[in-house]
């Protein structure tokens, strides 16, 4: 005995279950959205950290290697370094009196002494405190006071 086509239940109609929904939840959003906001965060509060590393690796830089040059060929030309009232100034402008003097010793485009990364002049002394035979070059650091800790000098 065949039973009829159209009394027949196929296992398709009977074994239906609804899918869940494709997607992520609001939990789950909300969730990813705070560890972004925590890693930003961490980031942004590190960042200063980073930033006056490299203020202090550039002033460290200009101090030891950037000023050595110039100061150096003035000196070959003119027999000494600048005095302490001529300043770096005299790597850029001719002292008075001064007929060796064969400048500008920086780079033709550099038209005044820079400032370090924190806007203060460099400072310059010659002879040096702590290069009696030779110059002090430094910056004063972030805080602009001389003898601090953040001074920066080439000793």
Not at 8 to 15: E, F, V
Not at 75 to 84: D, E, F, I, M
Not at 125 to 131: A, D, K, S, Y
């Amino acid at each position: 005995m065949t039973i009829p086509l159209t009394l027949r239940r196929t296992s398709a109609h009977t074994n239906r279950r609804p899918r869940p929904a494709a997607g992520f939840t609001l939990t789950e959003i909300l969730i990813a959205i705070a560890l972004i906001a925590i890693i930003v965060g961490v980031a942004v509060a590190n960042l200063n950290k980073f930033l006056d590393q490299g203020k202090t690796t550039a002033a460290h830089i200009f101090v030891t290697d950037g000023v050595k040059t110039p100061l150096m060929q003035y000196k070959l030309n003119t027999g000494h370094y600048p005095t302490t009232d001529q300043g770096l100034q005299a790597l850029i402008t001719p002292p008075e009196n001064e007929p060796g003097w064969h400048g500008p010793y920086f780079d033709d485009t550099v038209k005044a002494v820079p400032n370090d990364p924190w806007g203060h002049e460099y400072r310059y002394v010659f002879p040096g405190t702590h290069n009696p035979s030779s110059y002090d070059c430094w910056s004063a650091g972030e805080s602009g006071q001389d003898g601090n800790e953040d001074n920066i000098g080439n000793w």
